[in-house]
């Protein structure tokens, strides 16, 4: 897919996006919010235990670091407005059912409206059977 396609295919698009604080998902999610800006919505769900924790990552772990910056310069000011417009800190995990979502309207709302889920959440366990 060369990145014509890949901006067209994702433009008015909602994204689920798993695994949000690890290493490929921030590559994926920097750069559709650089090439298509006018996407819809992208819901990044991310291991905690409450919503407020969930921001706190996405903004420590995600946005904050280095990998933003050519976005966070080419948005100037308003890097934090688009980003609070288009992204969505989720509180959950793949482990749990419902990707343990708690809050039932939210659930639905993503359940029903997404069009593309990325799926890029992993263990951090590296016992595991």
């Known amino acids: ?7 067209d295919f994702f433009k008015g698009k ?7 604080t690890g290493f490929l998902a ?13 996407i819809q919505k ?3 769900l991310i291991r905690a235990s409450n919503s407020d924790l969930a921001e706190q990552r996405l903004q420590n772990e995600v946005f904050n670091i280095d990998l933003f910056r050519v976005l966070r310069a ?6 934090s407005s688009f980003i609070s417009k288009k992204v969505v800190a989720i509180a959950g ?3 749990i059912e419902n990707l343990g979502i ?11 409206g997404i069009d593309v889920l990325v799926h890029s959440a992993a ?3 590296f016992d595991e059977r």
């Open 1 to 7: 897919m060369n990145s014509g396609n890949m901006q």
């Open 14 to 20: 909602t994204v689920l996006v798993t695994g949000a």
């Open 26 to 38: 921030k590559v994926f999610v920097e750069k559709i919010l650089r090439i298509q800006p006018e």
């Open 42 to 44: 992208l819901y990044l």
């Open 74 to 79: 080419k948005l100037g000011e308003d890097f």
């Open 93 to 95: 995990d793949v482990a």
């Open 102 to 112: 708690k809050d039932e309207k939210l659930k639905n709302e993503i359940f029903q």
């Open 123 to 125: 263990t951090t366990k």
